[in-house]
């Protein structure tokens, strides 16, 4: 009896405590908990945080394109942007059909406080846009937007910050 309850404590704690990190319903692990399950940084069971690439130091002006066209379906892949400092850049991409997902990852510049983008769908069904603290060159918590739309948003950041931009697919395809 005494062996029972024990189990049925700890089956309880552990159903309390809760699993997986995908905090937004796109299949992504965004609490940093990591998703994979290859013993890599995005594996829950390696208990590292989900790697971001270093967004780089160079400006993109206007155009956010990734390349080659698919290699950014993970956070740990997200296409590197580099400094921004402005609004409504041209961002585009091919999803990759077997996550659905693109990531980019960019730092603002010194007096860079608010981001607005706006999608063209193309080929790509988008069903989302978020942006991600990326302090630490690891993928955070979502932040949370001031107007957004399946395929806009604005959003307020902190002025030399690292962010991720997420792009949500139904099926992958190109924006």
């Given amino acids: 009896m005494r062996t029972s309850l024990v189990v049925l404590l700890g089956l309880a704690a552990a159903a309390a405590c809760g699993g997986g ?4 319903d796109d299949g992504v692990d965004i609490d940093g908990g990591g998703g994979g399950a290859d013993g890599s940084a995005d594996d829950p069971d390696a208990g590292g945080a989900l790697t971001i690439p270093d967004p780089g130091t160079g400006d993109p002006g206007g155009l956010w394109q990734a390349s080659p066209a698919s290699c950014c379906g993970t956070p740990s892949t997200a296409f590197a942007v580099g400094v921004v400092t402005q609004n409504n850049p041209y961002v585009e991409a091919t999803a990759p059909t077997d996550t659905g997902d693109t990531f980019y990852v960019f730092r603002t510049g010194a007096a860079f406080t608010s981001l607005t983008i706006n999608l063209f769908e193309a080929g790509a069904d988008i069903t989302a846009v978020h942006v991600h603290d990326g302090a630490g ?3 955070g918590d979502e932040i949370a937007p001031t107007v957004t739309t399946a395929t806009s948003g604005t959003w307020p950041l902190a002025a030399n910050s690292v962010y991720v931009f997420e792009v949500i697919t ?5 924006f």
Avoid: E, I, Y
């Fill in 21 to 24: 990190g995908d905090d937004d």
């Fill in 170 to 174: 139904a099926a992958g395809g190109f």
């Fill in 137 to 139: 060159l690891v993928f």
